[in-house]
């Protein structure tokens, strides 16, 4: 049998490829400053939508791209215009009627936050989520509506307004509920609720979401949270199946002030965090004292995956937001793994007798 070779396909192909990738880096520097440092990215997308394009397997698939990349842009563009103050999501039943206990505290958290220049973050439809935007006023009100054929249409409050964004895909809307959040408020709710729940513990738990302020919020006498903090403990903890302080992730509270001093204490001095390749980095108020930073290596060293726990100011890789420059840092090689200790780490650092009072104490 003659042997035909394939090196003019694979030529033809390699050629068209190239040809390709120019056209698409002419493209990107026509929309793009050279300066910009997202110019690679924005060159790795279209990429990636010319090599679904040159598959051309499914049509569905396609459309499933589609629409998230419409979804994300499109919130993107609304929520830049909010990108300077913090928000809370607040989770909770659509079903609470307007006479329940619960409706009642969640319009007052609305109203709590909005005091404090927080604004609210729901889904947008009934019960709780009016609720809570009631409280705030639409003008601290963010509403991320769900697509459904029944039950959840956007509420009166943020209805018609730019403060408003539907979504047909629920992971994008649940990206954006967790992305935008400076804090999360969980009120007692149905199968989504608890969903939303599990889903923010998991991700904060793994590290794949930043570590934020979770409050379970029920009425006073209410045993929604408490019994699933005793079913938590019990088989999940006892079990084996989630670490022991895993459960210090949540903080369960009885009325809308509560919930809010746990969010204003979070950010007393604790202002953000990030990763600079191996080392996790706190972004801080203050300084901690001497004998602050003494504690922490004793208290503390377990999150450290090697070395010990250092105070230094902004370096050369976190010049890309300059506005963040002038906080001290804390930094850290940190084990990736217990974040419910980290948790506590943050409560630490949050106590002003742990903060430096004079200049000569480092």
Known sequence: MSFDSNDYLARHFHAS???????????????VPESSENLPLYREMLLTVVRLAQADRSRWDAKILLQTMREMEQAFRVLDQFRRRRKVTVFGSARTPREHPLYQLAREL??????????????????????????????????????????????????????LLSFHFFFTRKLFFVKEADALVLCPGGFGTLDETLEVLTLVQTGKSPLVPIILLDQPGGTYWEEALAFARKQLTD????LPGDTQLVRLVHSAEEAVREIEH???????????????????????????????????STLCQSGHFEQQPVCEQELDEPELQQLPRLSFVFNG??????????????????????????
């Open 17 to 31: 490829g190239l040809e390709l990738a120019s056209r698409i880096d002419g493209l990107v520097a026509l929309m």
């Open 110 to 163: 609305g109203a709590t936050l909005a005091r404090y220049d927080l604004m609210v973050i729901t889904g947008a439809g009934g019960g709780i989520m009016t609720a809570a935007h009631e409280g705030a006023g639409p003008d601290n009100s963010l509403g991320l509506n769900i697509t459904l054929p029944f039950e959840q249409h956007p509420n009166t409050i943020v209805g018609g307004t730019d403060h």
């Open 266 to 300: 979070f950010y007393r001095n604790f202002h953000s965090s990030r990763w600079l390749q191996d080392s996790f980095v706190i972004r801080m108020n203050h300084l901690l004292s001497q004998v602050a930073m003494k504690q922490l290596d004793s208290q503390f």
């Open 239 to 242: 079990n084996g199946y989630i």
């Open 337 to 362: 793994r217990n974040y419910g200790h980290l948790r506590e780490l943050i409560d630490f650092i949050n106590d002003p007798d742990n903060w430096q009072t004079a200049p000569d104490q480092q």
